[in-house]
């Protein structure tokens, strides 16, 4: 209760703060007792307060969920002190002026994200995914702070602002390093491919309204890094280099890609969303490179557009991803399920939490009247109407990405209707899915919360219009000073013939709804009334729940044209009679979805590094002597060198 | 658009359709249909009403009772390009919630007999049930066995027989002009 108040309180203020920002203007913070010699720096500019209203935001809905939720499940007291300070570094990272604030809120988020993550430790799998999310983190970790040494060694100073300021004299050579190792560690904390490997397993595992504040708010960090640090600060001094935005949306493209097979073929609820949380973070990786490259062949109105989908895909994934794992939590709260295979039947026996689901399911097809189509439409739009000055890479990039687009967009919606109609739809599967109870109101609450923002995301993005403007106008190189598009009532793009207008759209359907009810009713009204028959069950006496479509029967097909790229294990064992060969006893389906590219590339890491600590060992034999020996001739070296 | 103007002159070019039957089928099996509407003169055409009452189209669903298969092949050779029962409006449909009556074959074994009053229970009314081959009609070659709770007719009423073992394709298609009228 205290937890889930506070949490909610913090979000609060996050957002009074980010909305203040942005429209107000930066505020400054120095607490110079707080660490020794550099002190902590608080800088809050347009785009920090933006990613700090949306993180605000989600905990907000969180905090009020976890009322209900702690109660339900009986979280232990450890998670719940942990979680209000996982919202404040979260809130603290965007709002860090210098290097040190920086690195001090990113650790402490990851940190408390990491004792969250290991709430239900006494679990084998949570133990593993604990491990995993531990390790890379900290390798992401230390990336980012040999980046930021490295940026802030030649920037000449700690702050942000002085850095930004001295960029220009910062050699290529540093500057594609810094690049290359904030790609590497951002993208982890983002979720982009190769080193996704933590998020669909880290996110299943951590109770719900923790794995709704890491897919929804902490992931953002990883965008809002790759932001602040490579195109704000590094991008000050004038466009980038063209590559870089080419990289950008190369890995982009591929972790969309990616990640929406995944989901398609996943079973797991919470691994279904968490590997559709890459995609989205994909996706607003290639809009973001798209941003980058236009920008830097000088088509600033287009390059302002794909930055205008990043945001509004950033913001919208928050809102929909929320409701997502939120539903989600509630139930498995309700039914101890996860697996959608055992689930079904949960509309006439939750529907409450079924709408809600519904809502953020439509929101991640990218349909209209769902959260996610405004930006994702935009995204296309600044894809296709690139210069058509532009070279033959901008000719070879803009249309494969409107196919990756396309595509992910498509399995995106194969997933969904896979999640609700599969999970949500039907009869259920199992006897807990059977016993399924509604959610108690703090949690109905958190969720109509999320579901709210989804809406507005889906009819009037006109009410984001000044916020996304200023912090546009606050992006030096890719906004640059352009108008950018217009959200109205209707969506005017400058510079390409393009316009739409969500609500009407929206109108429009609901019209066309009523007309064809209407309608039906009209025509239908001298026919006699309604009879009930049995169901048609081929012949048969009745239906059981195991006729019905599972979510690996629904990904089957997919699975099978993906094979290459998935690698599914499917092992079929057929079972004969004693009496006969002819005669069939059971049919045995068994089938593995791992992870492709955590089994290639993750397993011979591993395996080296457990090769080579086994070495390392033979150093420990476990004398005293030896190891004051070591600290010896340790210190001794240190001398020499430091003479 | 000269394809438009070329569609209209040329129009439907079929086959010239054989003059309706001029016989009743059930005139041999007349013992054991159920159905008032099928008992006719020998020489005239069975009287049998469509059952939605629109004459040129009958859809059906056929339901296998326990037939040797003979029958099934005739009725495949039936609606096949060779002898094109579709073209007098008969069909097969898939699902009985589309159909307007049944097309059965062979005896009722106990293991289809639950199943057959289900099919037929889903068929909406007003419905029509054909009954194909000598089994369907009186039990024919496996009137005595162990497995067989009778024939169809025994079972459910039956509008229309078609007698033979088994009945051949013109003599279906015969059977089926008396229900759709073309």
């Known amino acids: ?643 | 658009m000269s394809w438009i103007g070329k569609i209209r002159r040329v129009g439907r070019i079929v086959e010239p359709a054989p003059p309706l039957p001029a016989f009743a089928p059930m005139t041999t099996s007349a013992t054991s249909a159920t159905s008032a509407t099928s008992a006719t003169e020998p020489g005239s055409i069975d009287a049998v009403v469509p059952p939605t009452g629109v004459t040129g189209s009958l859809q059906l669903r056929h339901v296998d009772c326990g037939s040797c298969n003979g029958c099934e092949l005739e009725i495949t050779s039936a609606f096949s390009s060779v002898y094109d029962a579709e073209q007098f409006g008969a069909r097969i449909v898939a699902s009985p919630r589309h159909a307007d009556g049944l097309i059965t074959t062979g005896v009722v074994t106990h293991n289809m007999h639950q199943p057959l009053l289900n099919t037929l229970n889903a068929v909406p009314e007003p419905r029509l049930v054909i009954a194909v081959g000598d089994c369907a009609i009186n039990g024919g070659a496996f009137k005595q066995g162990y497995g067989v709770v009778g024939s169809v007719a025994d079972v459910i009423p039956v509008d229309v027989g078609v007698p033979g073992c088994p009945p051949t394709p013109h003599q279906i298609i015969a059977a089926l002009r008396t229900v759709t009228g073309r």
Request: proline fraction near 5%; hydrophobic fraction near 55%.
């Open chain 1, 1 to 643: 209760m205290v937890s889930g108040g506070l949490t909610a309180a913090l979000g609060a203020v996050g957002v009074a703060l980010g909305l203040t920002v942005v429209f107000g203007g930066p505020r400054q913070l120095r607490i110079g007792w707080l660490l020794p010699l550099v002190g902590v720096r608080f800088d809050l500019d347009p785009v920090g307060g933006l990613f700090m209203a949306a993180t605000g935001a989600v905990s907000i809905a969180v905090g009020i969920y976890t009322v209900g939720y702690a109660q339900r499940e009986h979280l232990s007291r450890f998670p719940l002190i942990v979680l209000p300070l996982f919202v404040t570094a979260m809130l603290g990272v965007p709002a860090a002026g210098s290097v040190t604030t920086f690195l001090l809120a990113w650790e402490l988020m990851a940190a408390a994200s990491l004792v969250l993550v290991l709430s239900e430790h006494r679990r084998e799998e949570v133990r593993s995914a604990g491990v995993f999310y531990a390790v890379m983190t900290q390798l992401g970790f230390a990336a980012i702070l040999l980046a930021l040494v490295v940026l802030s060694a030649a920037g000449g100073a700690d702050s942000f602002d002085t850095i930004a300021a001295n960029s220009g004299g910062i050699s290529p050579g540093t500057r594609n390093a810094v690049f290359l190792l904030t790609l590497m560690g951002f993208g982890s904390k983002a979720g982009l491919l190769p080193l996704h490997a933590w998020l669909p397993r880290a996110h299943p595992e951590a109770p719900s309204p923790v794995s709704a504040l890491m897919s929804a708010a902490m992931v953002n960090m990883g965008i809002y890094g790759i932001i602040r640090i490579d195109l704000q600060i590094l991008g000050h001094a004038g466009a980038s280099p063209h590559w870089w935005g080419l990289t950008l949306m190369i890995f982009g493209a591929v972790s969309a890609v990616f990640g929406v097979l995944q989901a398609s073929v996943a079973t797991d609820l919470k691994r279904l969303l968490a590997y559709s949380t890459t995609e989205n973070m994909g996706l607003v990786t290639l809009a973001l490179g798209a941003a980058t490259l236009l920008s830097s062949y000088g088509a600033q109105d287009v390059a302002a557009l794909a930055m205008t989908a990043a945001l509004l895909i950033i913001l919208s994934h928050a809102a929909f991803k929320t409701l997502a794992f939120l539903a989600a939590g509630s139930v498995l709260a309700a039914t101890g399920l996860r697996d959608l295979d055992k689930l079904g039947g949960l509309a006439r026996r939750m529907p409450g939490t079924t709408v809600m689901f519904g809502i953020a399911a439509l929101g991640a097809s990218g349909l209209p009247l769902g959260a996610g189509f405004v930006g994702e439409w935009l995204l296309l739009q600044s894809l296709i109407h690139s210069p058509h000055e532009g070279t033959t890479l901008l000719m070879l990039m803009m249309p494969l990405s409107v196919g990756a687009v396309a595509l992910t967009t498509g399995l995106g919606i194969a997933t969904m209707v896979k999640a609700f109609g599969v999970g949500f739809l039907a009869r259920p599967r199992s006897a807990a899915a059977q016993a399924a109870r509604e959610a108690p109101a703090s949690m109905m609450a958190g969720m109509s919360l999320a579901a709210a923002a989804c809406m507005v995301f889906a009819v009037a993005p006109v009410l984001l219009g000044p916020l996304l403007g200023r912090v546009l106008a606050a992006l030096p190189t890719v906004g640059g000073g352009e108008a950018g598009p217009v959200l109205g009532t209707y969506l005017r793009l400058p510079g390409v013939a393009g316009s739409m207008s969500p609500g009407l759209i929206a109108g429009a359907l609901v019209v066309a709804v009523l007309l064809a009810v209407g309608l039906t009713r009209w025509g239908a009204r001298h026919r006699p009334a309604a009879t009930v028959a049995p169901l048609w069950a081929c012949g048969a006496d009745s239906l059981s729940s195991r006729m019905q479509y599972t979510a690996t029967s629904f990904a089957e097909p997919l699975q099978r044209v993906f094979d290459n790229v998935l690698q599914p294990e499917t092992d079929v064992e057929v079972t004969h009679f004693a009496e006969s060969q002819y005669l069939v006893e059971k049919v045995t389906y068994r089938t593995l979805q791992a992870d492709p590219v955590e089994q290639r590339l993750y397993t011979p890491v591993i395996r080296a590094v457990t090769t080579w600590a086994q070495y390392v060992r033979r150093a420990h034999p476990g004398s005293v002597h030896l190891y004051l020996a070591y600290g010896a001739l340790g210190l001794l070296i240190v001398l020499v060198i430091a003479r």
